[in-house]
């Protein structure tokens, strides 16, 4: 299974990154993946140039190549103005709007403070749901107070768990499906659906009227 990490931060070294990292090193803990980083730094002008003229440089065209073709995806923002950074809005902006169907996706951010903490719910998890991805139920805010405290470690193994179980669940489901329908005849109803009657509205709707 591929994971893609996309990491929105800044500086080198960044603390966006090092929560990435150790999300990534969880995951690897929890199931066999094969993990591809994306520093948005490295991709900020050729991101930039895609909104003046439409087409992706070869690094931007390989980001987004990884992401549409991983298994699941961690992503990581620092907070600013109390919301994800612009950087890591445009990459998003420039996938492809089918790019993450479907696809798990842990999120998480870093920040100065605890009270930015929401940007996970209020923010992020909007922005990945109306990309109709699967978010991961744990989200992680590392905020500068918590590097080296109790409780960082404890969320980032329940997120990475539950990451590696969707990746794992998903990929078992395709194989399955992919296994029943090579066994099917063209034309032929699987044995999930063989014994499901579909009754039409309009006699679901006949059978709720009263009686005279």
């Given amino acids: 299974m591929k994971l893609v990490v996309v990491s929105a931060g800044l500086s080198v070294p960044s603390s966006t990154r090092l929560l990435a990292d150790r999300l990534a ?9 094969d993990v591809q980083v994306v520093e948005l730094r490295e991709l900020a002008v050729e991101i930039a140039h895609f909104f003046t003229n439409g087409f992706p440089g070869k690094a931007l065209a390989a980001a987004q190549e990884a992401v549409a073709g991983a298994d ?3 992503v990581v923002t620092p907070v ?3 919301s994800y950074s612009g ?23 870093t920040g100065g403070s605890a009270r930015h903490s929401l940007v996970l719910e209020h923010a992020m998890r909007p922005l990945f749901a109306y990309l109709r991805a699967v978010v991961v139920p744990t989200a992680v805010y590392a905020a500068s107070e918590d590097w080296g405290a109790e409780g960082l470690e404890g969320r980032i193994e329940r997120a990475a768990g539950e990451l590696a179980g969707l990746m794992t669940g998903l990929s078992a489901g395709n194989a ?3 296994s029943r329908a090579s066994t099917e005849l063209p034309g032929a109803r699987s044995e999930a659906h063989s014994g499901f009657a579909v009754v039409p509205f309009a006699e679901q709707l006949a059978a709720l009227a009263p009686k005279r």
Avoid: H, N, Q, Y
Wanted: glycine share 4%.
């Fill in 25 to 33: 090193a969880a995951v690897e803990r929890a199931a066999a993946v």
């Fill in 72 to 74: 699941g995806l961690i």
């Fill in 80 to 82: 600013f103005s109390a």
């Fill in 87 to 109: 950087l890591f809005k445009s990459f998003f902006d420039v996938l492809d709007k089918d790019a993450l169907a479907g696809k798990p996706v842990l999120v998480a951010a």
């Fill in 176 to 178: 399955a499906t992919a």
